[in-house]
């Protein structure tokens, strides 16, 4: 049996199946004699759910850090909350139910009730009432649940999707790669097994239903590829695969303190992106030359009550500053809209959220937001090499005010004797094709430019890039978006400024080389991206990158440079 998913972290994985569970709980409706015995029985799961939940609690803060550990955090308030425990005993005592349909019923209109509401904060507590609810009634009907923290063997772990509980807790050396139902390549459990470096392929549809305990798996994390008791030659040849992914991923650990230098000499900044001052970690293992774009946005989507005070904006960016070394930190201020709500700042429902108030323009209408953040950067300025980063300019005008609004936060920390370097560089992202467009003009008024290839794809082509419908047009190959990033790196380099990419397409192996010829400076990319861009680079001559980037801007399709990559680097 063969299967084709989406390769979601790379490396190559056989063993045995293990079905984490099966992808719905079957619940039923009986009536019943005795009240006292369901809710017993309801008490007893929770109490053991409870139980269960503290240990997990606890190792994943020893393991994974505090910020995951409050996952658990938020589980254990749900397993608190009286409401959802009063409404399932008035039900089994109203309706005469069993606890389990009870307790369903109330999670299902719990879990309606918060998909329902507008702010993105609230609807993605619904999935913590789930994996709640779903861990008591487990233990409700006695079903085995797969202890993942104490496998004692080597196994493939098959899921419909794996909750946070699940990822956090398994015991890791035991764990040969995860296939999952559901997902994409920006799924949790994606991006876990990408962090955890085990080998992933998600989004299979039926994995757990046509998979049985103990089948033999080969699968392939890179290609999505999946087979289920495959013949001995094919288990003979992902074997070799296997053996050679592990001599690739040996001879990456040599690149360590290596710079990154083409054949002839080119020399480009490898850098990382990071969401928070904790990822800084997976940077250093990963040698990373710097931070090509710390999104901010999530320093403010993981409050609940209010905006980051100055203080503890300040404090994030020190810690990211100091923690790289004195290498170049560049820090996006605030992308808020769009997709990324906060549960505290009310936004009017929009058509077009991509399209809306977000971003820069947010942060040029209430310049107080603003104001805070940049005064936090600016002091915490001192502490290392900082650059700072506007996301969504779409003219000339947004760049001006927003640098005027930069002097008038210097000037007001000038009267008050405020320290700051005077070496912090100032940039903007180029991620709309108008910014593109004009990027000989904006490139004066600007240290650097960064491209966001992940907006860029979506504005150029009019593709949602949340639209999985339409995936298929999101392409970094489409001729337009190569012609617009050619355009803005010969613009900047006229005006003698750097240019950066920090989207998806800037780790890509099959975009690199092209990158490269084209002249971009720094590639910011997902920690575990960074040797093997480092390695690519390196057997590259810059020269010849030129030539062949040339040629595929000639090319009026996407697949044409598709197949061009292909047949050069044997992709
Ligand atoms: C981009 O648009 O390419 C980018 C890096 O920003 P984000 O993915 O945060 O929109
Ligand atoms: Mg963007």
Redesign the pocket.
């Known amino acids: 049996m063969v299967f084709k998913g989406t390769g979601a972290s790379p490396g190559i994985a056989l063993g045995k199946a293990l079905i984490v569970e099966h992808s719905e709980l079957v619940i039923e409706k009986k009536s019943i004699e005795n009240v006292d015995i369901e809710i017993k029985r309801l008490h007893d799961a929770v109490k053991i759910s409870k139980e269960e939940l503290i240990k997990v609690k606890e190792k994943a803060l020893l393991e994974l850090g505090e910020h995951e550990a409050q996952i658990f955090e938020s589980h254990l308030l749900v397993l608190e909350d009286p409401e959802l425990l009063d409404q399932t005993i008035d039900k089994i005592k109203n309706e005469q139910v069993n606890a389990e349909f009870a307790l369903n019923e109330v999670k299902e209109m719990f879990v309606a009730m918060f998909e329902a509401m507008d702010n993105e904060y609230m609807r993605e507590r619904a999935a913590d009432i789930k994996d709640v609810t779903n861990r008591i009634l487990r233990h409700i009907l006695g079903i085995k649940v797969v202890d993942l923290a104490s496998l004692d063997e080597e196994v493939i772990l098959i899921a419909h999707d794996l909750t946070p509980s699940d990822t956090a807790t398994m015991n890791k050396k035991m764990v040969l790669g995860f296939l999952t139902d559901i997902g994409g390549r920006t799924s949790h459990t994606a991006i876990m097994a990408r962090t955890l470096e085990i080998a992933a392929v998600v989004g299979l549809t039926d994995a757990t239903s046509k998979i049985k305990d103990g089948d033999y798996i080969v699968f392939n994390g890179d290609t999505g590829e999946v087979i289920v008791n495959p013949d001995d030659e094919t288990k003979e040849k992902y074997s070799k695969l296997k053996n050679e992914y592990q001599e690739y991923k040996e001879s990456l650990k040599l690149l360590k303190g290596q710079k990154t230098v083409t054949t002839d000499g080119r020399h480009v900044e490898l850098a990382g992106?990071i969401g928070s001052p904790k990822d800084v970690e997976g940077l250093i293992n990963n040698d990373a030359e710097g931070v090509g774009?710390y999104?901010t946005?999530f320093l403010y989507m993981d409050k609940e009550d209010g905006f980051p005070t100055e203080e503890e904006q300040y404090e994030a960016y020190k810690a990211v500053l100091e923690g790289m070394n004195g290498k170049p930190i560049v820090i996006?201020t605030l992308?808020i809209g769009?997709d990324?709500e906060l549960p505290y700042f009310e936004m009017d429902h929009e058509m077009n959220p991509f399209l809306g108030y977000r971003a820069i323009r947010i942060c040029l209408d209430k310049t107080d937001i603003f104001k805070t953040q940049l005064r936090a950067l600016y002091r915490a300025s001192v502490h290392g090499k900082l650059r700072i980063m506007f996301?969504m300019i779409s003219s000339l005008e947004e760049l001006l005010k927003a640098k005027e609004i930069v002097k008038e936060v210097l000037a007001d920390m000038d009267k008050e004797g405020i320290k700051y370097s005077d070496d912090v560089e100032v940039g903007m992202?180029i991620?709309i094709p108008s910014a593109a467009v004009i990027s000989d003009v904006l490139a004066k008024h600007v240290d650097f430019f960064?491209?966001?290839?992940?907006?860029?794809?979506?504005y150029t082509c009019a593709v949602d890039r949340m639209n999985q419908k339409i995936s298929y047009l999101y392409n970094q190959f489409n001729p337009a978006v190569l012609r617009l990033i050619k355009m803005v790196i010969d613009n900047a380099h006229k005006e003698g400024k750097w240019v950066g990419?920090?989207?998806?397409?800037a780790g890509d192996q099959r975009m690199i080389p092209i990158l490269l010829g084209f002249g971009l400076d720094e590639f910011s990319m997902s920690p575990i991206s960074i040797l093997p861009a480092r390695k690519l680079i390196n057997s590259l001559s810059y020269e010849k990158m030129q030539e062949f980037s040339n040629e595929i801007l000639s090319m009026g399709t996407s697949e044409e440079i598709k197949a061009y990559v292909n047949k050069n680097f044997n992709m």
Request: aromatic content about 0%; glycine content about 12%; hydrophobic content about 25%.
């Open positions: 992106n774009l999104r946005e996006r992308d769009g990324k996301p992202m991620e960064s491209i966001g290839t992940n907006d860029l794809i979506q990419m920090c989207g998806e397409s």
